[in-house]
């Protein structure tokens, strides 16, 4: 088991920034996949971008392309997701997950990943 603690969020103005941290431990694997997902008030968690831990392969939902960056630190087994033009609809609560060996078809589905993280709040305010 993979265990994810989550740091960051908070409140930000229409077009600011944030950065969110997620620090693994535990059963990491030089294989694993993370991601960070995002769920809104009355809608279902929804996938915002991905990371292949052991090349550094990222992928993203098309609304979050060249606005936000995920990234990894191996150092310290930290996975970033950098939030750039926040506007008010990028508001919800934001999660980091883990899982091990997916394949392509699956990496962005919630159910595909066994851990998760606290998760942390975002608001972007006009």
């Known amino acids: 088991q993979v265990q994810l603690v989550q740091s960051g969020g908070g409140w930000v103005q229409t077009g600011g920034s944030l950065r969110l941290s997620c620090v693994a431990s535990?059963?990491?694997?030089?294989?694993?996949?993370y991601g960070w997902f995002r769920q809104a008030p009355g809608k279902e968690r929804e996938f915002v971008a991905g990371?292949?831990?052991?090349?550094?392969?990222?992928y993203y939902k098309d609304s979050v392309k060249g606005r936000f960056t995920i990234s990894r630190e191996r150092a310290t087994n930290t996975v970033y997701l950098q939030m750039n033009n926040l506007g008010p609809e990028d508001t919800a609560i934001y999660y980091c997950?883990?899982?091990?060996?997916?394949?392509?078809?699956?990496?962005?589905?919630?159910?595909?990943?066994?851990?998760w993280g606290q998760g942390t709040q975002v608001t972007v305010g006009s």
């Open positions: 535990g059963r990491t694997s030089p294989f694993g996949d």
């Open positions: 997950a883990a899982h091990s060996g997916l394949i392509l078809s699956t990496r962005r589905l919630a159910d595909s990943y066994g851990s």
């Open positions: 990371l292949r831990w052991n090349n550094g392969a990222t």
